[in-house]
């Protein structure tokens, strides 16, 4: 129903910064929903980094606190990630997915685009 599709990532040095996007068509239409920004790298578990839901509320992970922010295009149904300061250990392939139900649960994100990756050089 929705298909998010990300862009944005590539190599920086440390202290730098990027900008995710992502475009998921649709996303605004539904009743409810939560967009979440995801990472993964290699030997880690996934971690969600940040989230929006259709209320406005958003939350980042503490590991990101500060330094990253989410937020959404008023017109469009296109999200963002700033990412600033960033940290070799920020290194990971960046997901964005779509929680059709609204609670921002990381088992109910049920569509995920193919990711986009960062990485930071020391």
């Known amino acids: 129903q929705v298909q998010p599709v990300e862009s944005g990532g590539g190599s920086v040095q440390t202290g730098g910064s990027l900008r995710l996007s992502c475009v998921a068509p649709?996303?605004?239409?539904?009743?409810?929903?939560?967009m979440g920004w995801f990472r993964r790298s290699p030997g880690k578990e996934r971690e969600m980094v940040a989230s929006?839901?259709?209320?406005?509320?958003?939350w980042h992970a503490n590991s990101v606190k500060g330094r990253f922010a989410i937020s959404e295009d008023n017109d469009k149904d296109a999200l963002y990630l700033q990412m600033s300061l960033l940290k070799p250990e920020d290194s990971a392939m960046y997901y964005c997915?779509?929680?059709?139900?609204?609670?921002?649960?990381?088992?109910?994100?049920?569509?995920w685009g193919q990711g986009t990756q960062v990485t930071v050089s020391a």
């Open positions: 649709g996303y605004k239409a539904v009743s409810r929903y939560c």
């Open positions: 997915a779509a929680d059709l139900l609204g609670f921002c649960v990381s088992s109910d994100f049920t569509y």
């Open positions: 929006l839901d259709s209320i406005g509320r958003r």
